[in-house]
DNA sequence: TTGAAAGCGCTAACAG
DNA sequence: CTGTTAGCGCTTTCAA
């Protein structure tokens, strides 16, 4: 006589994940087998390769199984086995929480998990607490390959990353690691087609406000040794497509003010520009390396009511819808498509020698942020 | 002598996921043991109790570790034997990647990865699509225990998760489920309030915009039958809110006409507002059950030059930026503080009788979009 | 401090 | 169609 007692009773003890588990698990594969009478291969085949039994023995396999509450293979010791985790893990610089915040993430969180999702396969957000340096999560993640999305070069949780032996693709940044997939977007050209919409009205005198260019914590005017030493080459990148573009006009990029900021915010916008305009009153054009930190610019902007664009051009990066509704002249970077692009790398079937460096295209919105220089400037620069 | 290749050769190989991975694992907590002479638990203790073996030991192994391109202990395997597979499941009702688009659920996340980031825990998303009623998913998961968000009653995803010896907590709905955690808002008492707040105004004539009341694909009128079938909790309790509402008026729900919508989305809202007012022109409110269909409604009032809220009252549920910026008139929940809580009921340790149901408080939002009903339709309901 | 033994729960050849 | 035999890679008493 079997121990019988009804499924429900199965759920009801674990009162917390960290207490000691009350959970009972009664009912392992090997204990149906031997109710049962036959072997351990039958029950697993019955779960897992129906055609290899017959229906009835099938049936009462599943029909005990019912009755003594067992779940089905336990997950874990299957993907022991298998070797398959069915899950892949992200790795995102910030705190998991922010992704949630940043529309660009976002964007891309919605573009992996749909490609996760048609494939089957879990997306295990892999908890990495930004600041401490402890990569245990990466050890600890159960998973069959890893996407990292847009970390700095030498992020201590992106080494482990690489230590792990499955595949990896990044999105954006690092960029260029031996042997792991990469899809992203030509910052730099984008930036340059931007820019030369800029010094196509007329502008000379532009002001930068970009994101973190490296570890530590640097609000205000980035130096140029900052610059170069950037480990974020995807801002370093954005830089130097405006760069390139004012050089074409003549602009020493020495010249040019860059200011960056730590957080990655509209506030922390809204502050830089400010401060921007405070130190170098005399520009007419705020290029911003993200669509957020545009936002932030044109709120300060509305705060001290210059006319956007007469008085002031204002520009992003990115195409988040917010940025779109506003009517911001940015960038348009494709980041749903960065999200599935990543997904499909790590997932698809097949190929060996697909590519492995994916480059998606950007597109420059004109909107109603920028315009020609205000006259009293053009009087100015024209000296 | 040790067959020694650099550590970038490990993770080379892999080219596909789903191929056969081609990945070597050449080294194990075995055979690194074996190599340097001392027992696996040996090995073992080094990683996982450092003051359990001479610190001099201890580096010998992690160095031949690092020469043999050891990754550390396995992260499935050391789940299965310890029992803890460091990771809470998130199941919801849409497709994966519809969260992403959702503002409500992607504040819930949050707030739920904020909770699981503290714990050191990972989130594992849950691939289900919608439509199938494929369970595998859930029987794949490699978790502790299981976060529901928002599902039907008869969701057979969530019934699968009950079947799994893990704890489990719910957000919103179901409700009511022996043995299980729930967080949610009181949306009965949250759309009463804002009911009085348009009866207050003079409103009598409202017609109501709502979410998916049950399965099968709706878009139309919900009948009587309909609402009282209904499988999602969280709306029929937003409507029994009206109800009530309007009942302390002398109402009766009867005359009240409700649109159902499937898709829940701005694009959605705009087309049952249309509908709503083609077959109700005299309505002088539109109450919708969220901010995403009052979005859309107010989207279709601009369109017909319709002055909100002179000509049309519109009102939303939940309270999510985007409709604040739009000044709307909603109930607003603490989605963020949701997500925590649920987090925070799985994963806190200690107290077995902490509450099992937390009920997070609503506030009514009076923004710019509710005002007294337009004078013809006064005169109208004097008659 | 270190090691030996004993599985965690399952799947996958390969025979019968 | 069913069972037997081997582990997957690791942790963990318990002794030495």
């Given at each position: 006589m079997s121990h019988?007692?009804?499924?429900?009773?199965?759920?009801?003890?674990?009162?917390?994940?960290?207490?000691?588990?009350?959970?009972?698990?009664?009912?392992?594969?090997?204990?149906?087998?031997?109710?049962?009478?036959?072997?351990?291969?039958?029950?697993?085949?019955?779960?897992?390769?129906?055609d290899q039994l017959s229906a009835p023995l099938r049936a009462r396999v599943l029909?005990?199984?019912?009755?003594?509450?067992?779940?089905?293979?336990?997950?874990?010791?299957?993907?022991l086995r298998t070797r398959k985790a069915g899950a892949v893990g992200l790795l995102l610089t910030e705190a998991l929480s922010y992704a949630f915040r940043d529309p660009a993430a976002t964007g891309f969180l919605e573009g992996l998990a749909l490609a996760c999702e048609q494939a089957g396969q879990g997306l295990l957000l892999v908890p990495v607490s930004p600041d401490q340096a402890d990569v245990t999560a990466?050890?600890?993640?159960?998973?069959?390959?890893?996407?990292?999305?847009?970390?700095r070069e030498d992020d201590p949780h992106f080494l482990a990353v690489l230590e792990r032996p499955v595949p990896t693709v990044v999105c954006d940044q690092p960029m260029g690691v031996e042997g792991v997939d990469r899809v992203g977007v030509d910052d730099r050209a984008g930036m340059l087609a931007l820019t030369r919409h800029l010094t196509g009205l007329g502008h000379r005198r532009v002001g930068v406000l970009c994101m973190r260019l490296a570890a530590g914590h640097n609000d205000g005017p980035a130096s140029p040794e900052r610059q170069a030493n950037a480990t974020y080459p995807v801002q370093r990148d954005r830089l130097a497509g405006i760069c390139d573009g004012l050089a074409e006009v003549g602009?020493?990029?020495?010249?040019?003010?860059?200011?960056?900021?730590?957080e990655h915010s509209v506030d922390a916008g809204q502050d830089a520009a400010a401060a921007m305009l405070a130190a170098h009153p005399d520009i007419t054009a705020l290029v911003c390396t993200s669509d957020i930190l545009a936002l932030g610019a044109?709120?300060?902007?509305?705060?001290?009511?210059?006319?956007?664009?007469d008085q002031l051009t204002i520009t992003g990066f990115d195409g988040v819808p917010e940025a779109e509704r506003a009517g911001l002249t940015t960038v348009r970077q494709p980041v749903l498509e960065k999200g599935r692009v990543a997904g499909e790398l790590l997932l698809e079937r097949g190929e060996r020698n697909r590519p492995r460096r994916v480059t998606l295209p950007t597109e420059l919105v004109v909107g109603t942020t920028s315009g020609r220089p205000r006259v009293e400037e053009r009087f100015f620069s024209g000296w």
């Open positions: 019988e007692f009804p499924v429900e009773c199965l759920n009801r003890y674990g009162s917390t994940m960290a207490g000691p588990t009350n959970v009972r698990r009664p009912a392992t594969l090997a204990s149906l087998a031997a109710e049962l009478g036959v072997s351990r291969t039958t029950v697993s085949n019955a779960y897992n390769r129906p029909e005990a199984a019912r009755r003594l509450g067992y779940p089905g293979p336990d997950p874990v010791a299957r993907s990466v050890h600890q993640a159960g998973v069959d390959g890893f996407v990292v999305y847009s970390v602009v020493d990029w020495a010249d040019v003010p860059v200011h960056e900021r730590f044109l709120r300060h902007a509305a705060d001290r009511d210059l006319n956007v664009p």
